[in-house]
Nanobody, 122 residues
Framework: QVQLVESGGGLVQAGGSLRLSCAASGLIFSINAVGWYRQPPGNQRELVATITSGGIRNYADSMKGRCTISRDNAKNTVYLQMNNLKPEDTAVYYC????????????????WGQGTQVTVSS
């Protein structure tokens, strides 16, 4: 089993920045890809970004150019730096992980965190 714990969410004004963290524990050697999803109010969950164990990054159009995903292997933590936030970025942000990068990008990852709320005020 793998446990994922997100942190770093909160309330921010439009144009501001936040950095989300996802700390992994447990059988982390089984993970090859970690990513961030978000679920805006009343909408379906959508992919934001993923990163593989080899450092390959993939960004969805939703926040491309305004976010950066990175990882600190020594801390078993993946980060999502979000800049120039907009009210439409308001959502619960989830960390997800899987052995398969393809499964992760399809939204059927094996492991999910509990989510962290990001609210962007106008």
């Amino acid at each position: 089993q793998v446990q994922l714990v997100e942190s770093g969410g909160g309330l921010v004004q439009a144009g501001g920045s936040l950095r989300l963290s996802c700390a992994a524990s447990g059988l982390i050697f089984s993970i090859n890809a970690v990513g961030w999803y978000r679920q805006p109010p009343g909408n379906q969950r959508e992919l934001v970004a993923t990163i593989t164990s080899g450092g390959i990054r993939n960004y969805a159009d939703s926040m491309k150019g305004r976010c950066t995903i990175s990882r600190d292997n020594a801390k078993n933590t993946v980060y999502l730096q979000m800049n120039n936030l907009k009210p439409e970025d308001t959502a619960v942000y989830y960390c997800a992980a899987d052995q398969s990068g393809r499964q992760l990008q399809r939204g059927v990852a094996s492991y999910w965190g509990q989510g962290t709320q990001v609210t962007v005020s106008s």
